[in-house]
C-alpha cells in the first residue's frame, strides 16, 4: 500500500510561485510512476504533468508547459511540482497520484494511488 501526503498549496497573486510536495511511503519511487492531477468544482480531474518510473521522463499538460516543473527526490520519496508564472485559471485542488506502470499515463484512471489534495488559489 502507498500513502501519499501533499503540502504546499495556498493562496498567491497571479504572476507568483508555489511549489508543492508530495511525500510518499510504502514503496520507493523507483517503483513508481507520479502523476499531478487538479481538479475544480464541476469538472474532470485534468492531468497536469508527472513522472515515469522507467527513464524519469516527465510530461506537462499543454496549459502547465513551460511554466511547471516536476522533479522527485528520491532519497526523501518525494515529488515536487514547481509552478511559476502562475494564472487564475490554475486554481484548483491538486492531487498526486502514483501508478506501479513503467509509463507515464495521462488519464486518472490508471493510478492506483492518490494523494488528499491540496488548494491552489491564484487571485488575479
Known amino acids: 500500500q502507498v500513502q501519499l501526503v501533499e503540502s504546499g498549496g495556498g493562496l498567491v497573486q497571479a504572476g507568483g510561485s508555489l511549489r508543492l510536495s508530495c511525500a510518499a511511503s510504502?514503496?520507493?519511487?523507483?517503483?513508481?510512476?507520479m502523476g499531478w492531477f487538479r481538479q475544480t468544482p464541476g469538472q474532470e480531474r485534468e492531468f497536469v504533468g508527472g513522472?515515469?518510473?522507467?527513464?524519469?521522463?516527465?510530461s506537462y499538460a499543454d496549459a502547465v508547459k513551460g511554466r511547471f516543473t516536476i522533479s522527485r527526490d528520491v532519497a526523501k520519496n518525494t515529488v515536487y511540482l514547481q509552478m511559476d508564472s502562475l494564472k487564475p485559471e490554475d486554481t484548483a485542488v491538486y492531487y498526486c497520484?502514483?501508478?506501479?506502470?513503467?509509463?507515464?499515463?495521462?488519464?486518472?484512471?490508471?493510478?492506483?494511488?492518490w494523494g488528499q489534495g491540496t488548494q491552489v488559489t491564484v487571485s488575479s
Open positions: 497520484a502514483a501508478d506501479s506502470g513503467g509509463l507515464l499515463v495521462l488519464t486518472p484512471e490508471a493510478y492506483d494511488y
Open positions: 510504502g514503496r520507493s519511487f523507483s517503483q513508481l510512476t
Open positions: 513522472i515515469s518510473r522507467v527513464g524519469g521522463r516527465t
